[in-house]
């Protein structure tokens, strides 16, 4: 009964999404490719680009992207949460046909959402190696002849692990992977062309993240708005909203990329069932996700706590509190969108995080839709992102929620 439970969910996410189950990649252990491994120097600048090569960027099973599109994969220098000069991979792509548009072609500087946290997950690979689900709503922005910026994150690609969820490490990567997309020889990019910020879900952090921190990690990006949808503002509240469901392994993935920001190692927490189920995640990407699917957390942990229970107590409890978004102000107006029956991130961080900004006189349209589930949302936040970001490039006015919040 419970395989044919699971075998019916993997057919209705993949429908959602419209993917065909045989593109759900299989796991597999691998080495670094040498493309992503970084060199002994890196470049002197945050966004210098490291290296680059042509991507071959499967938009479509016809290949007719290739002819409409520039696209690029790149690695290009960044700093991590703690200050350290890193390397992280991501790609470029630019439509061929001339921006007819108000102004100068604008970027898109897109914050992906969750891929996974094995190196075989990094957009740049799966963009020409298999399925990206994210291609979907790049489409729409590519369409709009925008450029696209979108970076892999610390560690998703690169040696290393990957910080699903460090604050500042996703923020800054995402800022870095827009400075990089100018300074791209022949991308016809520079630090002239307006930008502008887009994600969902673990993207929706990361571009709330960089919307905090652009004013002050990157002043000279002319940044002109940020889409920021389903946010998860508040890990905190996640294991209460997801534990025991279908984005079970979600929380994982999070301790895993927060504790490995913060250099912890987690084996001393977990019992052995618990251990073994860290081990096998470290290569999952996000359609490996019904292997821990309806788990609970509390089978997994060394005293039986609930992970809602552990990371109220120290050291998680600090590391969990450094995550929280909505204590900055964004120096750009922000459209936050957010399902009212989102089954994965509770709608009220959304609204939390709209109201926080709006009471440190941040401009912030709040957008609520009632799509069904977290993977409806996305399809929801993608339209109403058009209009914004149009509005933005244009030079008009942004319209606030903050009078009803």
């Known amino acids: 009964m419970r395989t044919r439970r699971l075998t019916t969910i993997v057919a209705a996410v993949a429908a959602a999404l419209s993917i065909p189950l045989a593109a759900v990649p299989a796991q597999a252990a691998e ?117 696209i910026a979108m970076t892999d994150y610390e560690g998703l690609g690169t040696v290393g692990p990957h910080t699903y969820m460090d604050r500042e490490s996703q923020g800054r990567a995402v800022l870095d992977m827009v400075r990089a997309s100018q300074r791209l020889s022949g991308s016809g990019l520079s630090s002239a062309n307006p930008v502008a910020i887009y ?123 450094d995550q929280k978004l909505g204590k900055r102000k964004p120096s750009a107006p922000v459209l936050v969108t957010h399902s009212l029956i989102d089954d994965a991130i509770p709608y009220r961080l959304g609204a939390q995080l709209a109201s926080d900004w709006c009471d440190r006189g941040a401009n912030v349209q709040f957008a609520t839709n009632l799509m069904p589930g977290h993977v409806g949302g996305a399809l929801a936040n993608s339209a109403d992102s058009y209009a914004f970001l149009e509005a933005r490039f244009a030079g008009l006015p942004a319209l606030s929620s903050c009078w009803r919040l």
């Open 199 to 321: 994600g969902y879900s673990q993207g929706g952090a990361g571009a709330a993240s960089a919307a905090e921190l652009a004013g002050t990690y990157a002043p000279e990006l002319k940044v002109k708005g940020t889409v920021a949808g389903a946010v998860p503002s508040d890990l905190s509240a996640l294991p209460g909203a997801i534990d025991g469901t279908l984005y079970a392994e979600f929380l994982w993935y999070a301790m895993h990329g927060v504790s490995a920001s913060y250099g912890l190692n987690i084996s001393s927490y977990l019992n052995a069932e618990g251990k073994a189920m860290f081990d096998e995640i470290q290569g999952n990407c996000v359609f490996d996700l019904l292997g821990s699917a309806f788990s609970d957390s509390s089978d997994y942990t060394a005293d039986g706590s609930s992970l809602a229970t552990m990371i109220s107590r120290e050291p998680f409890r600090t590391m969990i509190a």
């Open 31 to 147: 080495t670094v490719p040498p493309f992503y491994q970084a060199p002994a120097t890196l470049p002197a600048n945050n966004g210098d680009v490291i290296r680059s090569e042509k991507l071959g960027f499967l938009l479509d099973p016809a290949s007719v992207s290739s002819v409409a599109y520039n696209s690029t994969k790149v690695l290009y220098r960044t700093t991590n949460r703690t200050g350290k000069a890193i390397a992280v991979s991501g790609s470029v792509l630019v439509p061929k046909a001339p921006w007819i548009g108000f102004g100068k072609r604008p970027i898109i500087g897109y914050a992906v959402g969750t891929q996974g946290i094995g190196d075989r997950c990094a957009p740049s690979r799966q963009l020409s190696e298999g399925f990206e689900y994210e291609s979907i709503f790049i489409a729409g922005l590519l369409a709009r002849g925008y450029a």
